[in-house]
């Protein structure tokens, strides 16, 4: 074989590779570049959001700008929810009509559940409803197992401050019948890590060989009202939820099933919202959250730790560097939410003392024997009595007869008179009749000083500062004056 041979049977070689790879298609290149474009351009989103809001990033302007929307509320109508009140853990908080969670294979009578849709700009679904009452609980697993959803949140305790917030909906040793439903745990519930438990839950209806597998997330250091103080645990359960959900519906639940819940929730909404808009605000996600969920986020904290997850999140998916800016709002965020937990805990702990005081004061009572009571009534009775005959009725200025008010009339006002040290009456001079009439005329335009403390915006706080520095010069220059001269005669 010579050269030339073997270099046509290499080019023939190469040739019959090349007609029988797959060639990349022009149109497929461009959509790859696109889609790397895009994913870059909502990085770059992120990115710049971000150091907008850690720029300017104030608890104080942030609690402000909740404080200036706490109260909006959409034009949603609710008469649904109000006429099932036996069926709502609250009797103010109500599910808009439009989105609320509609039981599948029920009748139209009994197709309520306390639950909303919360439906995110890209499709996909939460659902966020309230934590079951014992008249709900074989509504909740109805929903759960027609909706298909893999994952439950349980953003509350079952009991907080001696108080219901959840009732128990599946049982950690053996398998209740809730309803149509047997609901039992085959996967012992274990700590991911503090403070987020998991649990493996399967629900099988009667009658029907199908098992539906449920993981029960649980997130146990959550107050109501307030936030906590490290966002990083939060961040990996919503990535674990996620990953876990299979793209079917989430179901997230605290008491109400506004608070915690939305904010659980607006995790998810603001990531979708600021990557397509930098300069998407919080107010605005919070409308839209509120849409969906009414009086969705219920507390100053939580809307600040919103902010703080979201930066959080980002941080966690590479997208902007932990920096000081960052570790200094994070500071003054946990500062700010041990004081406020303590405050509550505080009123909390108060509570509870009175309510035991009045239980000690119920049993009390129960030990006393018939008799015992009976006299003590009569005492109390009889003590009620003797203070309403000691009380003397205010005393009324006679009538003056009509001759008198007439002769009172043509005098002219009364005229005041001084006694001198003899003790013999003379008469007031001009000047004391002006400074009686001077008082007079104070004490009727007297009013009850009424001071209301409002919260201050850092502008409102600065021209407060401004004044008190004005009114400190003042009084340093006026005792400047009164001082005496070192320098002066004797």
Excluded at 54 to 67: H, V
Excluded at 354 to 380: H, I, M
Excluded at 431 to 444: C, L
Aim: with cysteine.
């Amino acid at each position: 074989m010579n050269e030339n041979d073997g270099k046509n049977s290499a080019e023939k070689h190469n040739n019959s590779q090349d007609e029988g790879s797959i060639q990349p298609d022009k149109t497929q290149l461009d959509d790859v570049a696109d889609d790397a474009e895009k994913k870059s351009e909502k990085s770059s989103n992120c990115m710049i959001w971000s150091q907008n809001v850690l720029k300017k990033a104030k608890i104080s302007n942030m609690t402000r700008e909740f404080r200036n929307n706490k109260e909006y509320k959409p034009n949603v109508t609710t008469s649904i929810s109000e006429k099932m009140m036996d069926k709502n853990r609250y009797r103010h908080i109500f599910c808009g009509d439009d989105n609320r969670v509609v039981l599948k294979e029920r009748d139209p009578s009994n197709d309520y559940i306390h639950a909303s849709w919360m439906v995110m700009p890209d499709g996909f679904q939460f659902i966020s409803t309230q934590g079951p009452i014992k008249n709900t609980i074989a509504d909740f697993w109805h929903m759960v197992y027609t909706e298909k959803c893999h994952v439950i949140v349980m953003l509350c305790q079952y009991i907080e401050e001696d108080q219901e917030k959840c009732q128990r909906y599946f049982s950690d040793t053996s398998e209740k019948e809730y309803g149509d439903y047997r609901v039992k745990v085959v996967e012992k519930t274990v700590e991911l890590w503090n403070p987020v438990k998991v649990t493996g839950i399967q629900v099988q209806k009667k009658n029907c060989p199908t098992k539906h597998m449920v993981y029960h997330y649980f997130y146990y250091d959550w107050h109501d009202q307030v936030a906590p103080l490290d966002p990083a645990p939060m961040i990996k359960m919503y990535k674990a939820v996620l990953n876990k959900s299979s793209s079917k519906p989430i179901v997230v639940h605290c008491s109400a099933g506004v608070g915690r819940t939305s904010t659980f929730v607006g995790i998810y909404l603001s990531q979708i919202m600021i990557r397509e808009n930098s300069s998407v605000d919080m107010v605005e996600i919070l409308k839209r959250l509120r849409t969906m969920r009414l009086g969705a986020v219920q507390s100053q904290l939580q809307y600040v730790y919103l902010v703080v997850l979201m930066i959080e999140l980002f941080i966690d998916d590479k997208i902007i560097k932990r920096n000081a800016n960052y570790e200094s709002l994070l500071k003054k965020y946990a500062d700010v939410t041990r004081k406020v937990t303590a405050a509550i805990m505080e009123e909390e702990e108060k509570r509870r003392q009175r309510k035991k005081r009045e239980e000690e004061k119920e049993k009390e009572q129960e030990k006393e024997s018939p008799a015992t009571k009976e006299e003590k009534k009569k005492e109390n009775g009889l003590k009620t009595n003797r203070q309403r005959d000691n009380r003397e009725a205010p005393s009324k200025p006679p009538r003056k007869n009509p001759e008198e008010l007439a002769r009172s009339k043509l005098q002219g006002p009364r005229k005041l008179t001084l006694k001198n040290r003899d003790g013999n009456a003379e008469e007031p001079t001009a000047k004391d009749n002006e400074e009686r009439s001077t008082a007079e005329d104070k004490s009727k335009n007297r009013q009850k000083s009424v001071y209301v403390k409002m919260p201050l915006s850092s502008k409102e706080k600065g021209s407060k500062h401004e004044r008190a520095k004005q009114g400190a010069r003042k009084n340093a220059a006026r005792k400047a004056k009164k001082k005496p001269s070192v320098t002066g005669n004797y």
